[in-house]
């Protein structure tokens, strides 16, 4: 069973730049699809993005198209989810998994506690 860890979330203003990344220490993630899927308080889980193992392919929710953007290292063991121009509504715990959450939610196997991003002036 992965376990997943989130860092890199924060306080940013509108307009502004995260970088989350993903990690599992002990783990090989080259060998796995990751994904990103976020949850605000009150509201119903929303996939993000995704990443093939090797990179070859991504895919992205509507909402952040053209804003997030999804990568990784493998030889640093870990996955990013560089995200430009947050607005408001972006606001949400943001958690990795296995899988790809744009597809859905149900097949995920695993995912971590999640770190905060709040976007605000």
């Known amino acids: 069973q992965l376990r997943l860890v989130e860092s890199g979330g924060g306080l940013v203003q509108p307009g502004g730049s995260l970088r989350l990344s993903c990690t599992a220490p002990?783990?090989?993630?080259?060998?796995?699809?990751i994904g990103w899927f976020r949850q605000a308080p009150g509201k119903e889980r929303e996939g993000i993005a995704c990443?093939?193992?090797?990179?070859?392919?991504?895919n992205y929710a509507d909402p952040v198209k053209g804003r997030f953007t999804i990568s990784r290292d493998n030889s640093k063991n870990t996955v990013y989810l560089q995200m430009d121009s947050l607005k408001s509504e972006d606001t949400a715990v943001y958690h990795c998994?296995?899988?790809?959450?744009?597809?859905?939610?149900?097949?995920?196997?695993?995912w971590g506690q999640g770190t905060q991003v709040t976007v605000s002036s």
């Open positions: 998994a296995q899988g790809c959450p744009v597809y859905g939610l149900a097949h995920l196997n695993s």
């Open positions: 002990g783990f090989t993630l080259g060998y796995y699809v």
């Open positions: 990443i093939s193992s090797t990179s070859s392919n991504t």
